[in-house]
């Protein structure tokens, strides 16, 4: 009886071990080069090459490769699967010359996240005379696509 209770708490042990194993392999990891300086939340990263991980559920990490600054944001899932179309990119909003970090993706449903808004993109947005919004794509390959709202 004893040899049976342990085979069946290793059993168990294996397979919640196999399963969280699973499970942080699938974790987000990207790579890209930024081109501007931009703010996510309300911390202002700088130009350069950056890795985008997700440590925990609904966290995202930004690290700059080149001095390894690096900070870590709140994140929600996407609000439509348009957002999500297969395309592995970052998407900023702009405001004159000022770049905010808006959304995350893999070009998967399941890996696409958006950025919480910074005190000062509400700042901006809360304007008047409002500043034209932009939305600049940033794709893998550092390809920078410029799209007017709406498309």
């Not at 290793?10 to 499970?23: E, N, V």
């Not at 390894?68 to 990119?89: I, L």
């Amino acid at each position: 009886m004893k040899r049976i209770l342990c085979l069946a708490a290793a059993t168990i042990a294996i397979c919640l071990t196999t399963t969280s194993t699973f499970a942080q392999s699938e974790s987000l990891k990207l790579r890209f080069r930024v081109p501007f300086s931009f703010t996510v939340e309300n911390t202002t990263f700088s130009a350069g090459d950056y890795v985008v991980t997700e440590p925990a559920h609904l966290i995202l990490e930004l690290r700059n490769v080149g001095n390894q600054a690096s900070a870590f944001e709140h994140a929600q899932p996407a609000r439509t699967k348009k957002e999500a179309d297969g395309r592995v990119r970052l998407i900023f909003h702009r405001y004159g010359g000022e770049y905010f970090l808006a959304a995350v993706s893999d070009g998967s449903w399941a890996s696409t996240y958006d950025m919480r808004p910074s005190k000062e993109e509400k700042r901006l947005a809360d304007t008047s005379p409002r500043p034209q919004l932009k939305v600049v794509s940033v794709l893998a390959n550092g390809t920078v696509e410029t799209a007017s709202v709406g498309q």
